[in-house]
């Protein structure tokens, strides 16, 4: 009896502990509960709504946008991010993402209860349990995690909720991308689109496996993986990678082992505003873009933001010329350089990089460009210093990179100089512009103002205004074609000319010298357009009239001012490569001059076009005018200045001419027209080149007018400008894709003006055979 009485009370003390074990397992539970439904509510912090789960706020950047759809760069604060959708992604990419990441991503709404069992039995030992909705819901809205236990619990119940509700919005596929996209893969690597430019350039859709495991691995820690930092630890976890797809079946043992065992095999290409392709292209449009931006508000009154918004800017540059003119002035402009600083060595020039100036003008020209100085902006309005202390500041060396050319690329060298002398070191190096476009379109192909932005952030093509020397000549010829109808093979005395003080505003006599002292006979306008000759060109102004001249120059596009002088029929004005492609362009397009073209559409980054660009055109002179003005220019490339352009190599020009002019047989046999120019001391040069469809111009000289080459040999547009046009032609012509013409010109149907000189007097022959071809004003 006392037995049964003992089991009877140990059984109910064991009831009891049942009793207390299921209230306290269903008071947790519904503490638990409770506590997600407070989070739900927000008690515990905002919780994204259905609006905002539908559009989370994610910074993205302006993208720009080739004419032959290519990223040219894009424009950003803190946030380099381009989304992609899912069908842009490689399904190694996914799996590698599902295999490492979330197994059973799969099977489950959000919360994976076997992963947060497991976390929960083995304190988390045995794996973490956040899938990747749980991820991306941290990376959208609240960020990393709490190191206060209690807040990163709650933090981790808001995962829950949110990852919940992602899978109710989102299909399997945009969670995946939007994953992808959100992540930061470090060095500027905002989104797989743009992680997979900078460490392997090339676009998400081409990455191989190993690339997608490298990527993948970085989900850890993209700060610890870094894989310019620590190339050792990313292979490691690319292989932890790899073995997580075996384990998962996505592939076979035998390419597990091969793909462990290879390298990063990185093509790292970083994207920033002074790096890449068209950086001085993309630094206009930086300003394109706020002048747009500033007045075309969004639809409820608010300011686009260039930097956050995700734009889309469609842009007429094509990637492929942009990037064979940027190879132009890379071959190029080493050597003229190289011979630049041959030149001005301290035993050949004491003064190098200027001539022509004492040192007291030095000293002057030193001191305003100190006082034009980002520096010395910085030390005088951001830190407040005073001029005294600022001035001493230049005179202290310091560390610093400086621009080089090495091995025919830029490059930069770590030296310790003072930085007025790194002012004159930079003033050493010769400056280039060059634009080329369609002129039936007015789209800009390519955009190259300078040698690297970087260091030389002084745009040449539009910002920058230089004297054009000779190029400005076939605006004279063409006031005389079209009010004279002179013809080409209409002939004029080579021999002094003047015009009297006082005829046209003239305060002096003006009597201009042809190059090397040279005149007699007669010359045709087409040999003398081809040769420069100064004294037919003031014949020809003097006919017509500077304002005459100056009219026709303004309704061709060009903007700069112009004096209506009779000197600037030998090119005084300072005009931007800019305008003078623009104006050029209209000879080859029957006289229509057509506004350059560089932004075509502009979207948001739900594709809305807000932004669509009409073409600005007018008629400026006869189709038979700009047939004629062009036929005189095609004589510059057959007997004139730029006769190089049909050589082959150094044979074709005289033998004292060094590699830097000689080593380019450009061999073209194809109808071009064009002009040299050269101004006074071989300050700037200049070649301005057309075909059919394409007109490009380049220049090339120093940032200040003393520092030049002290002859004209290596200084005359034909030795410094010429050979980047011919450079970036040959690439072009090369390339079939582009369909740049080779074709003749178009002639008009009428054509009432005589163009064949070949019927020209056995006398003339000979002294066209005569007449030096290289040299030329």
């Not at 045995?126 to 190191?147: D, P």
């Not at 050792?232 to 597990?256: C, F, P, S, T, W």
């Not at 062009?630 to 044979?651: C, I, N």
């Amino acid at each position: 009896m006392a037995k049964a009485k003992k089991n009877q009370t140990a059984t109910q003390d064991f009831s009891k502990y049942i009793r207390w074990f299921w209230k306290l397992f269903l008071g947790g539970l519904l503490i638990v509960l409770f506590a997600f439904l407070l989070a739900s509510w927000g008690v515990f912090g905002e919780m994204p709504d259905h609006t905002v789960l539908e559009n989370p706020k994610t910074n993205l950047a302006t993208e720009i946008i080739s004419s032959d759809g290519k990223t040219l760069g894009k424009f950003y604060f803190n946030d380099n991010r381009t989304p992609v959708s899912y069908e842009e992604l490689p399904q190694n990419l996914v799996d590698a993402l599902i295999a490492t990441e979330d197994a059973r991503f799969q099977k489950h709404s959000g919360v994976d209860a076997r992963g947060t069992l497991r976390a929960m039995l083995t304190l988390g030992s045995g794996g973490g349990a956040s899938t990747i909705s749980q991820q991306l819901a941290k990376q959208l809205f609240h960020g990393e995690g709490s190191s206060n236990i209690i807040e990163r619990v709650l933090q981790k119940v808001k995962e829950w909720i949110i990852a919940i509700r992602l899978e109710r919005q989102y299909t399997k596929e945009e969670i995946i991308a939007q994953y992808f996209n959100i992540y930061d893969f470090g060095n500027n690597a905002d989104g797989i689109r743009s992680a997979s430019r900078i460490y392997f350039n090339k676009e998400p859709k081409d990455l191989n496996l190993k690339e997608s495991a490298m990527l993948v691995g970085m989900f850890k820690n993209s700060s610890l993986y870094n894989p310019r930092r620590n190339p050792v630890g990313v292979k490691n976890r690319r292989n932890v990678v790899l073995a997580q797809m075996y384990k998962y079946d996505y592939i076979d043992e035998k390419l597990k082992d091969s793909l462990q065992n290879t390298e990063l095999d990185l093509d790292y290409s970083p994207e920033s505003h002074r790096e890449g392709i068209a950086t001085y292209f993309r630094g206009y449009l930086d300003g394109f873009m706020k002048e747009w931006i500033k007045n075309n508000p969004k639809p409820d009154g608010t300011k686009w933001n260039l930097y956050n918004d995700g734009l889309k800017i469609y842009t007429t540059i094509d990637s492929r010329m942009q990037k064979y003119a940027e190879d132009a002035v890379e071959q190029h402009m080493p050597r003229l350089q190289a011979e630049f600083f041959h030149q001005n060595t301290p035993q050949r020039n004491p003064t190098a990089p200027f001539l022509e100036l004492d040192q007291n003008e030095i000293t002057d020209l030193l001191n305003r460009s100190m006082k034009q100085s980002e520096r010395w902006r910085h030390m005088k309005y951001d830190l407040r210093k005073d001029d005294k202390e600022i001035i001493e500041s230049f005179q202290k060396p310091i560390q610093m990179s400086v621009f080089a050319w090495k091995d025919g690329k830029p490059s930069e060298i770590d030296t310790i100089m003072k930085p007025m002398d790194s002012m004159r070191y930079y003033k050493s190096f010769l400056r280039t512009g060059m634009m080329s476009m369609d002129p039936q379109t007015g789209h800009v192909k390519a955009w190259v103002g300078g040698m690297n932005y970087r260091h030389f952030q002084y745009d040449m093509v539009k910002q920058g205004k230089r004297q054009i020397g000779s190029t400005f000549k076939p605006f004279v010829y063409t006031a005389a074609i079209d009010q004279l109808h002179y013809s080409p093979c209409d002939q004029f005395p080579d021999t002094p000319f003047c015009i009297e003080a006082g005829k046209f505003g003239n305060p002096e006599e003006w009597c201009p010298k042809n190059s090397g002292g040279d005149y007699g006979g007669q010359r045709t306008l087409k040999d003398a357009l081809a040769n420069s000759v100064n004294t037919i060109t003031a014949r020809l102004i003097d006919k017509v009239g500077p304002q005459t001249v100056v009219d026709l120059a303004k309704k061709l596009g060009i903007e700069s001012q112009m004096l209506p002088v009779p000197s600037i029929a030998l090119g005084t004005p300072d005009i931007s490569v800019y305008e003078m492609v623009g104006a050029y362009a209209a000879f080859a397009n029957q006289g229509v001059y057509t506004k350059p073209v560089m932004v075509t559409n502009i979207e948001d980054k739900n594709g809305t076009i807000l932004y669509q660009f009409k073409p600005e055109t007018r008629d400026v002179i006869s189709e038979e005018t700009a047939y004629v003005t062009v036929k005189l220019m095609e004589g510059v490339t057959q007997s004139g200045s730029g006769v190089r352009l049909r050589g082959k190599g150094a044979d074709a020009y005289r033998a004292d001419y060094r590699e830097i002019v000689t080593g380019y047989p450009y061999e073209f046999t194809n109808p071009i027209a064009g002009k040299t120019g050269t101004t006074q001391n071989q300050s700037d040069g200049w070649f301005m080149g057309m075909v059919p469809n394409l007109v490009t111009g380049v220049w090339v000289g120093g940032e200040d007018r003393a520092v030049h080459f002290p002859t004209i040999t290596y200084g005359q547009g034909a030795a410094m400008a010429l050979p980047i046009w011919g450079l970036y032609m040959k690439s072009c012509y090369a390339d079939k894709e582009l369909n740049v013409s080779k074709e003749d010109f178009v002639a008009p149907e009428n054509l009432s003006i005589n163009i064949d000189c070949s019927q020209m007097s056995s006398q003339d022959l000979d002294k066209e055979n005569e007449k030096p071809k290289d040299l030329e004003f």
